[in-house]
C-alpha cells in the first residue's frame, strides 16, 4: 500500500479557492489510480474527483464539475486537487486516496486513505 499525506486546507470565504495536495510515498505512485472523497459533519463519505494513473480522463461528481480540477504529477508522487468558485456545501474534510484498479467504482476500491484535510467555507 501507499502512504498519502493531505495539506492546503483551510478557511476560505465563499466564491474562493484552495489547492489541495497530497503527497504520496514509496516508488508505485504512477500505478494507482487517485481519487478525492470528502466528508461532511453528519453525512456519509462522497466521492468528488478521481484520475487515471497516467492524468487523463478525469472524472468529478455533478456537484463539482466545472469548478473542481484534479490533476497529478507522477514525478513528485503527488496529486493535486483544484477547487474555484467554492460554496459552504463544500464544506468538508477532504480526503485523497489510492486504487489499484484501473477504473475503480466505489470507496472500498480505494485501499490506502489520508488523514484528511479541512476545508471551511464561509458565506
Known amino acids: 500500500q501507499v502512504q498519502l499525506v493531505e495539506s492546503g486546507g483551510g478557511l476560505v470565504q465563499a466564491g474562493g479557492s484552495l489547492r489541495l495536495a497530497c503527497a504520496a510515498s514509496?516508488?508505485?505512485?504512477?500505478?494507482?489510480?487517485m481519487g478525492w472523497f470528502r466528508q461532511a459533519p453528519g453525512k456519509e463519505r462522497e466521492f468528488v474527483a478521481m484520475?487515471?494513473?497516467?492524468?487523463?480522463?478525469?472524472d468529478y461528481a455533478a456537484s463539482v464539475k466545472g469548478r473542481f480540477t484534479i490533476s497529478r504529477d507522477n514525478a513528485k508522487n503527488t496529486v493535486y486537487l483544484q477547487m474555484n468558485s467554492l460554496m459552504p456545501e463544500d464544506t468538508a474534510v477532504y480526503y485523497c486516496?489510492?486504487?489499484?484498479?484501473?477504473?475503480?467504482?466505489?470507496?472500498?476500491?480505494?485501499?490506502?486513505w489520508g488523514q484528511g484535510t479541512q476545508v471551511t467555507v464561509s458565506s
Open positions: 514509496g516508488r508505485t505512485f504512477s500505478t494507482y489510480t
Open positions: 486516496a489510492a486504487s489499484g484498479s484501473l477504473r475503480p467504482n466505489r470507496a472500498t476500491d480505494f485501499g490506502s
Open positions: 484520475l487515471s494513473r497516467i492524468g487523463i480522463s478525469p
